[in-house]
T-cell receptor, first 114, second 113 residues
Framework: SAVISQKPSRDICQRGTSLTIQCQVD?????MFWYRQQPGQSLTLIAT?????????ESGFVIDKFPISRPNLTFSTLTVSNMSPEDSSIYLC???????????FGDGTRLSIL | AQSVTQLGSHVSVSEGALVLLRCNYS??????LFWYVQYPNQGLQLLLK??????LVKGINGFEAEFKKSETSFHLTKPSAHMSDAAEYFC???????????FGKGTRLHILP
């Protein structure tokens, strides 16, 4: 299995600012995913981030709001741009460690916007 | 399209009692099915998964789930609840065409002393 580290673990931000969340994996993985978990809700996939290509966004999520980088096979970032209180959520990254293996998740970033 | 329905957003059981968390899925292709657990202030941890083969799947912490194709169900059980089982449980479905997972809305399990 993969060990996934997310930074920061939590943050409180001002409205209108942006925050970049980092996801580091201890092994090379092809597919990385970013999810949002709003308070009391389930997980919603924001985008799939594959190294060497543009991230693929799900319906309702756009690159201008959630730009993603994937510079190599062990690292990705998600930026939450121009934040509003509605962006207060837990943001999680996950990876598929190998063929046929299920997704493994990081501990998430708990984001509150004032 | 795939979907997951978890019956009961909150379930309470007494310590030592049977835990049963219900999950029904919809999929047009043979599904991969998962149960994840989320403890407070933590990410998701895989409890167990079903891909192919034996329909009764055993996971960590004494949990197991049975894939019933005729009922399109994948209910999670544990014979005897422990206080440490209090958490949010998510059922999820995936297929072979891509690696996306569709999550259910989650069931919060409360353990009563």
């Amino acid at each position: 299995s993969a060990v996934i580290s997310q930074k920061p673990s939590r943050d409180i931000c001002q409205r209108g600012t942006s925050l970049t969340i980092q996801c580091q994996v201890d092994s090379q993985v092809t597919m990385m995913f970013w999810y949002r978990q709003q308070p009391g809700q389930s997980l919603t996939l924001i985008a799939t981030a594959n190294q060497g290509s543009e991230a693929t966004y799900e319906s309702g999520f756009v690159i201008d709001k959630f730009p993603i980088s994937r510079p190599n096979l062990t690292f990705s970032t998600l930026t939450v741009s121009n934040m509003s209180p509605e962006d207060s959520s837990i943001y999680l990254c996950s990876v598929i460690p190998g063929v046929g293996q299920p997704q493994h998740f990081g501990d998430g970033t708990r984001l509150s916007i004032l | 399209a795939q979907s997951v329905t978890q019956l009961g957003s909150h379930v309470s059981v007494s310590e030592g009692a049977l835990v049963l968390l219900r999950c029904n899925y919809s999929s047009s292709v043979p599904p991969y099915l998962f149960w994840y657990v989320q403890y407070p202030n933590q990410g998701l941890q895989l409890l167990l998964k079903y891909t192919t083969g034996a329909t009764l799947v055993k996971g960590i912490n004494g949990f197991e789930a049975e894939f019933k194709k005729s009922e399109t169900s994948f209910h999670l059980t544990k014979p005897s609840a422990h206080m440490s089982d209090a958490a949010e449980y998510f059922c999820a479905v995936s297929d072979l065409r891509d690696d996306k997972i569709i999550f259910g809305k989650g069931t919060r399990l409360h353990i009563l002393p």
